[in-house]
T-cell receptor, first 111, second 114 residues
């Protein structure tokens, strides 16, 4: 079955707006990471966050492991934030398998 | 810069051919992963090596093979190529286990099979 679901699939923002991206997962996680794939295809690791909250500049992430979801917050969005945001998890029920990626949220920030 | 190096950046080849993609992990990272990204399948895990040994296998076709060498660089070999193999192939590395280490990706190799 589906292990990682991301929403919304697509998002268009005006520059300066804030947004929240969501990742739901089907079981307890060993590991959850957020990635940004920029328009040139590069995949950048944003957060390693199996639980709790972390912040990095205008981005922050929260994982509520007991409720099986994670949120990525983008504040004061800029055009350079455009791209696809992926959530990836390693579920405890999956054993030693590497990260499974969601289908992503495609973000377009317009000036 | 993630520190993971992939070569070549682009590869154009014909059906039936064989290609080799190369990856050097970040300094100190022991695990290397290969992922395939195509438009209709998203990011699919292919295979993982840890310190020279195969650790996990995903949706890797029998026509594909990989290895990790003593200096920890890895190669992904794709043979009898088909049009459907056209995709972006990523290598990633982590310090050790995917359970407790951040994953860092190279810039990918874009393979076009004509």
């Amino acid at each position: 079955g589906i292990q990682v679901e991301q929403s919304p699939p697509d998002l268009i923002l005006q520059e300066g707006a804030n947004s929240t991206l969501r990742c739901n997962f089907s079981d307890s996680v060993n590991n959850l990471q957020w990635f940004h794939q920029n328009p040139w295809g590069q995949l950048i690791n944003l957060f390693y966050i199996p639980s709790g909250t972390k912040q990095n500049g205008r981005l922050s992430a929260t994982t509520v492991a007991t409720e099986r979801y994670s949120l990525l917050y983008i504040s004061s969005s800029q055009t350079t934030d455009s791209g696809v945001y992926f959530c990836a998890v390693n579920l405890k029920s999956s054993g030693n398998t590497p990260l499974v990626f969601g289908k992503g949220t495609r973000l377009s920030v317009i000036a | 810069d993630s520190g993971v190096t992939q070569t070549p950046k682009h590869l154009i080849t014909a059906t039936g051919q064989r290609v080799t993609l190369r990856c050097s992990p970040r300094s100190g990272d022991l695990s290397v992963y290969w992922y395939q990204q195509s438009l209709d399948q998203g990011l699919q895990f292919l295979i993982q090596y840890y310190n020279g040994e195969e650790r996990a296998k995903g949706n890797i076709l029998e026509r594909f093979s990989a290895q990790q060498f003593p200096d920890l660089h890895s190669e992904l070999n794709l043979s009898s190529l088909e049009l459907g193999d056209s995709a972006l192939y990523f290598c990633a590395s982590s310090a050790n286990s995917p359970h407790n280490s951040p994953l860092h990706f190279g810039n990918g190799t874009r393979l076009t099979v004509t």
